[in-house]
Nanobody
Framework: QVQLVESGGGLVQAGGSLRLSCVAS????????MGWYRQAPGKQRELVAI??????TYADSVKGRFTISGDNAKNTVYLQMNSLKPEDTGVYYC??????????????????WGQGSQVTVSS
């Protein structure tokens, strides 16, 4: 099975920057996309950004402030967050989707999640 390890969360003042990283490993045959989601207290998990090859997609709320990038060879994805606002506060989750071979079984377009990283933006 695929394991995702996140790093880089923390506490920052409004207007500051943080960079999240996520590394996927274990049984990976090919990656379809990697992305970041977030969940604020009392709210549903929402998409922040996704990268698939050279194609990126962003939530309207983060366009122009956040940048997603990836290294396919290393199955790594980054989220550079600039001009952070208090409303960006939440737990950020890395997501990986792709084809996996594990314990003799092939999984097509399977979906895996990281453990979550707390991002807190103070006003």
């Amino acid at each position: 099975q695929v394991q995702l390890v996140e790093s880089g969360g923390g506490l920052v003042q409004a207007g500051g920057s943080l960079r999240l990283s996520c590394v996927a490993s274990g049984g990976i045959l090919s990656s379809n996309h990697m992305g970041w989601y977030r969940q604020a207290p009392g709210k549903q998990r929402e998409l922040v950004a996704i990268i698939s090859g050279d194609t990126t997609t962003y939530a309207d709320s983060v366009k122009g402030r956040f940048t997603i990038s990836g290294d396919n060879a290393k199955n790594t994805v980054y989220l550079q967050m600039n001009s952070l606002k208090p409303e960006d506060t939440g737990v950020y989750y890395c997501e990986w989707r792709g084809d996996v071979y594990s314990s003799g079984t092939f999984y097509r377009d399977d979906d895996y999640w990281g453990q979550g990283s707390q991002v807190t933006v103070s006003s």
